[in-house]
């Protein structure tokens, strides 16, 4: 099949084969870092930007484990995030005593994600990881350790693809690549 290019894509960094490579690497160290603990791990993805992230990633586990789901807002409306981050969603599972493993798209400024960190450590899980596909390590605004990141980023470039999205676009893409931002008016 031909790549899908839309015009609003700039270049592209990490390609489709690529990443389930470095997937396949993640859940590697899933494996090695749970593989022995007495209960299952609870994965939460965040909504919506993890899916297919998410998605691989637990088609290549080959540990049983169980699967939540939380939206957090950060009222994206253009390339950065307005007003104070809200966790729109409440877990299904009860965290307490539990492995958690945080699935996110990308950790940015870490506004958001913190928040979910500090919910979710309020409900005292037995540990607490975060596994991201990319990290944008220097752009933190509050600290936040990523215990397994796929790609790490210097600088902050606005990313598309394989979940991340703008104006609620782009998640389709079978890549991660930068977004023309000539194009933001025009979505
Ligand atoms: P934060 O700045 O770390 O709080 O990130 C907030 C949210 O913005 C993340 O969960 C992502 O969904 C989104 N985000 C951050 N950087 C990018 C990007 O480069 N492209 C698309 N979405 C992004
Ligand atoms: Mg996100």
Request: hydrophobic letters at 40%; a positive charge; one cysteine or more.
């Amino acid at each position: 099949m031909a790549l899908w290019k839309p015009e609003y894509v700039d270049k592209i960094l990490f390609r489709e084969k690529d990443i389930e490579q470095r997937i396949k690497r993640a859940t590697a160290w899933i494996h090695k870092k749970y593989r022995n603990r007495p209960d299952k791990p609870i994965m939460i993805g965040i909504l919506k930007g993890a899916i297919p992230f998410y998605g691989k990633l637990i088609m290549n586990l080959r540990i049983d484990c169980q699967f939540d789901f939380v939206t957090l807002s950060s009222f994206r409306g253009g390339l950065e995030a307005i007003g104070s981050p809200r966790l729109v969603t409440r877990l299904l599972n009860d965290v307490k005593g539990r492995d958690v493993i945080i699935i996110e798209d990308v950790v940015d400024t870490a506004r958001t994600i913190s928040k979910l960190y500090k919910y979710l450590k309020s409900h005292k899980p037995k540990s607490l990881a975060t596994v991201a596909l990319v990290d944008k390590h220097e752009m933190r605004m509050v600290p936040y350790k990523v215990d397994y990141a796929c790609f790490k980023i210097k600088g902050n470039p606005f990313l598309i693809g394989y979940g991340l999205d703008v104006k609620e676009i782009a998640r389709n893409l079978p890549y991660v690549a930068t977004f023309k931002k000539e194009y933001l008016n025009k979505l």
